[in-house]
């Protein structure tokens, strides 16, 4: 056992030198698909297309690649969708916030009819910090196929929480005929206090934990003051669950870009030799004939990239730069073709231009990305039950230590959880505040659509009731101010009416003078200026 572990361990050792690169690991419908050491190879080869060092020195399994795929000596990643494409199911299944006050929206929105499940599902993401390990919980299964979630009991703290596990740290599991681990071993290297590496392994079942270093039973728990390397499971469940990012029918999963690394590797060939002609042109190497070596370079021992490359021959005296008849234009159409083809096969990777379409329905748009949609409903599917099933037991083991009161081990045991994870939308069709004002201010309230348009926005029964009460309040006090406008206004009239009436009655015209003194008044200006002239001349 501690031979064959070793073996096992320098292969997957970062510093191994015996690493191995076979098209077996690849194959899922091989035996050896779900074994510890294809999983790892696997595992180590998504982080390094996650990473985008999937060419660089840094992949120890690169001249291998290289080899078994026939690619270019010289190949790099500049176009590597595998990190964007992780991170945009992160984003899709669990964006956003958890909602602490009542988990009925953000991140992961709870449906049940019971406050008791919605509290102690507060307390346990509290005690989780469950904005961080959802993401993380997402981000595995995307990246390697499988994500891992433990429920660890820390009595001492008073705590139970849920803890992501990393696939690359489970060695083996068992499964009964419902998909529960039954037996699960985690195996992974360690350092002691004095700075020796050793191999730590734990080993849970339904009856038993056990602990192991480097094979051997060695007590890291202390219970009751007395350390222990074996001792009862009290659950009677192994409280882990496995979460198959993509389910092809083995007992661990595939990543979210499984099918496409071999197009990313001939996407990158392509670029990779057109980059290096194209600097190749730019900086070509010369050939220079009947001329003196060494009287065109500097005296530099080391050749750099930038230096000047020169071929001497004999004959007249000529410096001709060697440059290849090179379509560029062709060169990247290929390229372009083959992103269009991972783009297809991978349509999440298309939702950022949702960003760019503001004019278009909401409709229109989920139908246009109906492919990545889907997709990511999957995921959500094959993610979310394995969540409910750790919180059920995070529930389970809390009730049962009193620290999340009004459960038990039967709870989980007996199934009695009923609560479920709603399914978010990928492409949100609410509508914002803005749009929902305009609705409200152009729609009456006494509308017999308006309860129907209001729960269509999102509003909750009780909403409804106040807001169209709220618009009646406010659609009265408009008729009462128009009201009280048009009585001052008549008023206003009436009492330019009696005024007139006043004045004629008295003798006066409108403007309160008598006829003979409104005519004098009215005389015109040029007949007194007359006047005054002959006033003058005589």
């Keep these: ?102 988990l009925r929206t953000g991140a992961i929105p709870i449906v049940t009819s019971n406050n008791r499940e919605r509290n102690g599902l507060i307390d346990l993401f509290t005690m989780s910090n469950m904005n961080s390990a959802k993401n993380l919980y997402a981000r595995q299964a995307a990246k390697f196929g499988d994500s891992f979630l433990k429920v660890v009991d820390l009595p001492d703290n008073n705590t139970v929480m849920l803890q992501v596990l990393d696939p690359r740290n489970v060695e083996s599991v068992m499964l009964n005929p419902l998909g529960d681990i039954t037996f ?17 392994t734990e080993e849970i079942d339904e009856t038993t934990y056990r602990t192991f270093k480097n094979d051997e ?29 993509r389910d092809n ?16 590797n001939e996407v990158n060939d392509i670029a990779s030799l057109l980059f290096d002609n194209i600097r190749n042109t730019v900086q070509a190497v010369y050939h220079a004939q009947n001329v003196a070596k060494g009287s065109l370079t500097s005296n530099r021992d080391e050749v750099t990239r930038d230096m000047i490359r020169i071929i001497y021959t004999q004959g007249a005296g000529t410096l001709t730069p060697l440059i290849s ?3 560029i234009e062709g060169a990247l159409g290929a390229i372009n073709s083959v992103l269009k083809e991972i783009e297809r096969d991978l349509p999440v990777l ?97 509308n017999p659509l308006m309860p129907l348009m209001l729960e269509t926005m999102g509003y909750e029964a009780s909403q409804v009731q106040e807001t169209i009460a709220r618009s009646e309040r406010a659609r009265q006090e408009r008729i009462e101010e128009e009201l009280i406008k048009q009585a001052n206004s008549s008023i206003t009239e009436l009492t330019t009416v009696g005024n007139q009436l006043r004045n004629s009655a008295n003798g006066q015209g409108a403007n309160g003078l008598t006829p003979n003194q409104d005519k004098a008044n009215s005389a015109p200006q040029d007949t007194q200026n007359d006047l005054t002239a ?5």
């Excluded at 050896?32 to 982080?47: H, I, N, S, T």
């Excluded at 094959?382 to 009161?405: E, F, H, Q, S, Y």
């Excluded at 978010?424 to 509508?431: A, C, T």
């Excluded at 002959?534 to 005589?538: H, M, P």
């Design 1 to 102: 056992m501690i031979n064959a572990w070793n073996k096992v361990r320098r292969f997957v050792s970062p510093n191994g030198s015996n690493a191995e690169y076979t098209q077996s690991s690849f194959q899922t419908d091989k035996s050896g698909f779900d074994e510890f050491k294809q999983r790892q190879v696997r595992y180590y080869l998504a982080e390094k297309y996650y990473m985008n060092h999937e060419f660089s020195n840094l992949n120890r399994m690169l001249s291998a690649i290289k080899a078994q795929h026939n690619l270019y000596r010289h190949i790099r990643s500049p176009f590597n969708p595998t990190e964007r494409l992780v991170e945009g199911y992160v984003s899709s299944v669990y964006g956003g916030a958890i909602d602490y006050d009542d």
């Design 217 to 245: 039973l060695y007590a890291f728990n202390t219970f009751g003051g007395q350390a222990l390397a074996e001792w009862p499971n009290p659950y009677g469940f192994v409280p882990v669950t496995h979460a198959k990012f």
């Design 325 to 327: 008849n090179l379509n």
């Design 184 to 200: 699960i071993r985690i195996q992974y290297e360690k350092v002691d206090d004095k700075g020796v590496k050793y191999t730590y």
């Design 350 to 446: 298309s939702l950022h231009q949702v960003r760019e379409m503001s004019q278009i329905s909401s409709v229109a748009v989920k139908a246009m990305y109906s492919d990545a949609i889907k997709r990511v409903n999957e995921a959500m599917t094959n993610l979310d039950t394995p969540l409910i099933k750790a919180c059920a037991m995070g529930l389970a083991i809390a009730g049962w230590r009193g620290i999340i009161p009004g459960f038990g081990l039967d709870y989980y045991r007996a199934k009695e959880y009923k609560f479920s994870i709603a399914i978010r939308d990928v492409i949100s069709d609410q509508m914002s505040n803005f749009e929902k004002t305009q609705i409200l201010m152009g729609t009456a309230p006494d």
């Design 534 to 538: 002959n006033e003058v001349q005589s």
């Design 249 to 264: 029918g083995n007992k661990f999963g595939l990543n979210a870009f499984f099918a496409q690394m071999e197009k990313i």
